[in-house]
């Protein structure tokens, strides 16, 4: 037990851009993680170039039986998930909840990042969608997201903006050069995500990144390098680098 002071009744903070509801967690802790998204809120949604972004409701839970059952996820290793562009939750990871406890002050971040790209990847097919199609359009889009926005750029994105770097890790995780298709179906993107942003950041700029995320990620037409020589540049950027 984490003492005397953990807030056991469902619980909110409010901030400018977010609702937190929590239980089982100090209630300084709540405030740091609305603290921290504040922080962060401005920046993330300036790189990414998101449109008006409604209320965060933003979920904390305090065991792993909470989180799987608000999420209905029982993966071991999953901390943290959105639920479209409004709503996400985090498992508070600790020592006394998880062997090897991430951090679940960047999950959040992590996980507002996913927000920001749904946010914006909706908006953008709302307004090109015809009246027949708008009755069926979560589906569509739904379907449409599944099927052609790259898993490898989905979680980069992410682990950048939330800072998610180790460098060891990354070496690690470099050994056997995994491409991008591979990264699509791995553990290993959460590794090394960060370091395909800061090459496309380092290499071609910030700029791009919106323009990424809106064209579903296509590197020909965007960075105008074949997916080929993206992975042998980003392979020599990472050596070069780390
Ligand atoms: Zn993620």
Redesign the pocket.
Same mark, same amino acid.
């Given at each position: 037990m984490r003492g005397l002071l953990v807030i056991n009744e469902l619980t909110q903070v409010k901030s400018d851009h977010f609702l937190i509801t929590y239980h089982g967690i100090y209630e300084e802790e709540a405030e740091e993680v609305a603290a921290i998204l504040e922080n962060n809120y401005e920046q993330i949604r300036k790189d990414l170039n998101d449109p008006d972004h409604d209320i965060v409701r933003v979920f904390i839970h305090p065991t792993r039986k909470d989180f799987s059952k608000a999420t209905g996820l029982s993966n071991v290793t999953v901390t943290?998930t959105?639920r479209g562009p409004l709503e996400f939750h985090i498992l508070w990871t600790t020592w006394y909840n998880s062997l090897f406890p991430d951090n679940p002050r960047s999950t959040a971040v %992590? @996980?507002f990042t %996913?927000c920001v790209q749904l946010n914006i990847l909706i908006t953008n097919e709302l307004a090109a969608v015809t009246p027949e199609d708008r009755e069926n359009f979560d589906k569509l889009f739904e379907r449409k997201f599944s099927e052609e926005y790259p898993q490898w750029f989905? @979680?980069a994105i992410?682990?950048y903006e939330a800072k998610e770097i180790n460098t060891f890790s990354v070496m690690y995780a470099l050994r056997n050069k995994p491409n991008l298709k591979m990264l699509n179906d791995s553990n290993q993107i959460?590794l090394v995500g960060y370091t395909l942003i800061e090459y496309i950041v380092e290499i071609w700029g910030k700029e791009k990144l919106p323009e990424l995320i809106t064209s579903y990620v296509d590197l020909e037409g965007v960075l105008k390098v074949s997916e080929a020589e993206f992975e042998e540049g980003w392979y020599k950027f990472v050596t070069e680098k780390y």
């Open positions: 943290g959105s %992590h @996980e %996913h989905w @979680e992410c682990t959460y």
